[in-house]
């Protein structure tokens, strides 16, 4: 579409390309997480932590898409690298508690970007990510708590696990 016809700010656009390469950065990390945990025989907190790889891979999806319908094609960039040592599972679940901080932060900083730039198309579309980052921190915090509560007892983190609501019996993905 040429320049005179776009209807998402510029400024907008090298965000929302941006996001797309932070949700990749998110799911990476998800997978290293699960491989550390799959590594260590723990086959629950390994499918968790695929699963949310999975799901933040459809996140970069979302934006991809967005910007597609916007009439803008996307530009894609490196990721950048993931850590992948951890000394613990709690050291493991912190490193996913700090990058869900981080994504709710660039998604905020996104919100408040569109605003001073009366995108409000992608104001609008950007809530979907606002509802579903109160849901990533909170289930994340709450897994956390619960390894901390089982010490060594990471067993009882896989029956947790195994009870977990899953996404489509909870709300949508
Ligand atoms: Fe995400
Ligand atoms: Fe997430």
Same mark, same amino acid.
């Given at each position: 579409?040429?320049?005179?016809?776009?209807?998402?700010?510029?400024?907008?656009?090298?965000?929302?390309?941006?996001?797309?390469?932070?949700?990749? +950065? &998110?799911?990476?990390?998800?997978? /290293?997480?699960?491989?550390?945990?799959?590594?260590?025989?723990?086959?629950?907190?390994?499918? +968790?932590?695929?699963? $949310?790889?999975?799901?933040?891979? $459809? =996140? &970069?999806?979302?934006?991809?898409?967005?910007? +597609?319908?916007?009439?803008?094609?996307?530009?894609?960039?490196?990721?950048?690298?993931?850590?992948?040592?951890? !000394? !613990?599972?709690?050291?493991?679940?912190?490193?996913?508690?700090?990058?869900?901080?981080?994504?709710?932060?660039?998604?905020?900083? #996104?919100?408040?970007? !569109? =605003? %001073?730039?009366?995108?409000?198309? @992608? =104001? @609008?579309? #950007?809530?979907?990510?606002? @509802?579903?980052?109160?849901?990533?921190?909170?289930?994340?915090?709450?897994?956390?708590?619960?390894?901390? =509560?089982?010490?060594?007892?990471?067993? #009882?983190?896989?029956?947790?696990? %195994?009870?977990?609501? @899953?996404?489509?019996?909870? &709300?949508? /993905?």
């Amino acid at each position: 579409m040429p320049n005179d016809t776009l209807i998402l700010k510029p400024g907008c656009i090298e965000g929302l390309n941006q996001q797309i390469v932070n949700e990749m +950065h &998110a799911s990476l990390q998800y997978l /290293a997480i699960a491989s550390y945990f799959d590594d260590e025989g723990l086959p629950e907190l390994a499918g +968790h932590f695929s699963r $949310q790889s999975e799901e933040e891979r $459809q =996140h &970069a999806l979302k934006f991809v898409k967005y910007l +597609h319908d916007a009439g803008t094609r996307p530009v894609f960039k490196g990721i950048p690298d993931v850590r992948n040592d951890f !000394s !613990s599972a709690t050291d493991a679940v912190q490193c996913a508690l700090d990058g869900e901080i981080k994504v709710t932060n660039q998604i905020n900083d #996104l919100v408040g970007l !569109s =605003h %001073r730039e009366n995108d409000y198309m @992608t =104001h @609008t579309f #950007l809530q979907w990510f606002v @509802t579903e980052q109160l849901e990533e921190v909170s289930t994340v915090t709450t897994l956390l708590q619960v390894i901390k =509560h089982a010490g060594p007892s990471l067993l #009882l983190v896989e029956d947790f696990i %195994r009870r977990m609501p @899953t996404e489509t019996e909870g &709300a949508d /993905a």
